[in-house]
């Protein structure tokens, strides 16, 4: 009897550790309705079902969804793969490359650095250093213009430096060209170009400046107080048994990212459940006093390019007037019905990542791709599940699955 006991024991634990599983699937806003911008509902299955739908006709092989309602999480799921040779689902605690996300992340942390008095958003880059600025990295030829030490954090943050998006990859056509090298395209704030070699040099910077490296810097003033416990700019051994696999636009594995050197502009490694507890976080004002969290979201720059990448081209377009697209600190900025919007994007071959964020609703939503499909469903889901219709996907390139893709 005493055997057969132990034995129900056993088969309870394992079950469980099933529902366990199964939870961290699927973890919140389970009976609930998810509000929308106009104030209308949608229900869990109708939102399942909508996932579900774009992720098949797009070939996704992965999502993880976060909305947020009132500032706070209501619907957290994932969606798909982590390893789909494997049959291995995803799951909210994942960990997915955040690519571009980390740029948002960045600027959240300098605006605590500029709240506390440790950075001034103002003050010339050339002013923190006590050497010459190519002591501190390949910045021979960008030191050879002066117009380099007009460049400040703000302009950094709201990508008006004039520097490329990265050094190496040809600012017309987007294609690799290792015969560039670091330097000034434009004088520094006169116009916008996203640029991630200017969060670069100004992480180099602030790191030499207040003798810490990005990741305790993260770590002290965002990860920790937010409960990031799952985030990081640098590969962390724990994420190896639970992390996701990215896959390309026809579907191949191009395996997972594993971070060796923390840089601001795009080595974070986060799950959906960290990254949609952050937009929380910022929504509702914790760390940031009202007047810093507002100074983060003013608009610093138009936005009039055709296109956010390749980051050079000349030609403009007023198609965007009617949302005033234009670019804060850290996050692109857009005027809408229902008040300011700031959003965020974060890109690579095998990974595609989203979130828009209406603070005089409340509403928000994160999706995350392990799939270089993803951004083909991200207008339908945007407008299908918030009622965000404002999105500049023109702008961003996020060409629906049924609309060929040129």
Partial sequence: MKKLNLQKQSVYAKAIIILMCVKSITVLGQTGLIKRLDGSSLSVSQIDSTVKHLMTAAKVEGLQLAVINNNRVAYQKAYGFKDKEKNIPLDTSTVMYGASFSKAVFAYINMKLAEKGLIDLDKPLVDYLKKPLSQ??????????????????????????GLPNVWWMNVKTGIRDTTLVNRLYFEPGSRYAYSGEGFKLLQRIEEVYLGKDLEKIAREELFVPAKMNRTSYLWQTEFEANSAIGYDEDGIAGGKVRSRKAVGAGSMLTTISDYSRFISYVLRREGLSDKTFKEMLKPQIRIRSLYEFPTMLDETTHRDDKIKLSYGLGWGVINTPYGTAFFKGGHDDCWRNYSISFPKKGIAIVIMCNSGNGERI??????????????PWEWDRFIPYNIPNK
């Fill in 136 to 161: 501190y990295g390949n910045y021979e030829e960008l030191e050879k213009d002066e117009r380099w030490k007009k460049i400040t954090p703000r302009m950094c943050l709201s990508h008006t430096t």
């Fill in 378 to 391: 991200f207008k339908e889901l945007l407008e299908k599940l918030i009622g965000d219709t404002f999105t």
